[in-house]
């Protein structure tokens, strides 16, 4: 058996789904996809091939499009109405030109948009701007608010990022299908245990004494992390977590109840993705930018992917195969992931429309598409195929 790898990349002008057939070498494109809609996440089933998209705005709402044939075709499931449901409800050229159809969307008013999507034991999960979390449990057709998050007591304090108060992570684990964790900017990492009758917020220190005193607001004080979260990842079979932060990158053997710092050795502490490796929970990489306010591009604008193998006590730089001269792109926080073979593929998407791809873990790297939108995401699917 050989297997297809499909890369899922979300953009601001729509999905499209990168396919290799032969060993991950020849990559054929398709897209734009969902009506060119920004969709800020992608996500595949491995078991049925069902795709999902989450995205939209203040001009489409917001809403997870669905497909069950590769991509060939889409339907939407709409949360929000947008200014588009607005306005062509009351100009029926404007409804005629779109093709408008009116829509009954549940949260009109509460939300502006999706940004992130979690399937796991048969529910689909679906993370807001504001900060909310939404399930569904007929695979996208219906959704249902988590009102313990929606209730949080701390949900008050909570403090918008830069892009606004987003929930961009949801993270769960095979073992237990009532614990999931999240991470919300800036509010931090949230855990459940209860299937997401209560929630717990984790962002406590390890070792707060060692935290050096620092003047930016999302840097770590007061025996916690910076609040600003920009992805989590889950690794090997247990509570491993680690977490690329506004202002740093943490590792927690504890679920999330405390949080190690693992940026020494990297070349500034700010950055937006990180990943793990599919089997070896040791194994990680990260992309680090000059600073927030330096302009967000790799430090002298040499592009180069972090690696880890001792569960971020060392790390090194990788290099082969990316730009190292005059390089001013940035990578963001859901714009890397993994895949599943051996060796596994590492992939990461750029602001400024190129894919890179990895088949030997992040040691060379080839730029497999170019001139695509801005990349909001990358994520990967493979399935089985019949050989020859």
């Known amino acids: 058996m050989t297997r297809s790898t499909t890369i899922l990349v979300g953009t601001t002008k729509g999905a499209f789904l990168l396919t290799a057939r032969d060993g991950r070498e020849h990559w054929e494109i398709k897209g734009p996809l969902c009506d060119g809609w920004p969709i800020n996440h992608v996500i595949g089933d491995p078991a049925t091939g069902t795709l999902w998209a989450a995205g939209g705005g203040e001009w489409h709402g917001a809403g997870v499009w669905c497909s069950t044939d590769g991509g060939d075709s889409w339907a939407l499931s709409k949360l929000a109405n947008g200014q588009l449901d607005e306005w062509a409800a009351n100009d029926p050229e404007l409804a005629e030109m779109f093709g408008w159809e009116p829509s009954d969307a549940p949260f009109t008013g509460e939300i502006e948009t999706l940004w992130s999507l979690h399937h796991s034991h048969g529910t689909l999960y679906a993370g807001a ?9 007929d695979r996208g057709q219906s959704w249902q608010r988590i009102e313990g998050l929606s209730n949080h007591p701390s949900r008050d304090s909570w403090n918008p990022g830069a892009a606004g108060l987003v929930l961009h992570t949801i993270v769960s684990t095979p073992a237990a299908p009532d614990k999931l964790w999240i991470g919300i900017s800036a509010a931090g990492v949230f855990a459940t245990e209860d299937g997401g009758a209560s929630w717990e917020r984790r962002n406590r220190l390890s070792n707060a004494d060692a935290c050096p005193k620092h003047d930016h607001p999302a840097a770590p004080r007061d025996g916690e992390t910076g609040h600003c979260v920009h992805n989590m990842v889950r690794a090997g079979d247990g509570d491993l977590l680690y977490q ?5 990158t943490w590792r927690s053997p504890d679920g999330g109840r405390s949080w190690e710092d693992i940026t ?9 993705p990180i990943a793990v490796h599919p089997r070896d929970p040791r194994t990680l990489w990260v992309l680090p930018l000059n600073s927030d306010s330096g302009g967000r591009y790799p430090p002298e604008g040499s592009a180069a992917v972090w690696k880890s193998t001792d569960g971020g006590e060392n790390w090194a730089a990788r290099r082969s195969g990316l730009p190292q001269e005059n390089c001013f792109f940035t990578v963001l926080r859901q714009a890397m992931a993994t895949d599943s073979s051996d060796p596994a593929g ?8 190129s894919v890179f791809v990895s088949s030997d873990e992040g040691e060379h790297w080839t730029e497999v598409a170019r001139h695509l939108p801005t990349v909001l995401s ?10 020859g």
């Open 129 to 137: 701007k504001p900060a909310t979390l939404f399930a569904s449990h």
């Open 244 to 248: 690329q932060n506004h202002h740093g």
């Open 264 to 272: 020494a050795g990297l070349p500034s502490s700010f950055g937006f």
């Open 346 to 353: 590492i992939y990461f998407g750029t602001n400024t429309g």
């Open 378 to 387: 990358v994520e990967t699917l493979q399935s089985p195929e019949a050989a």
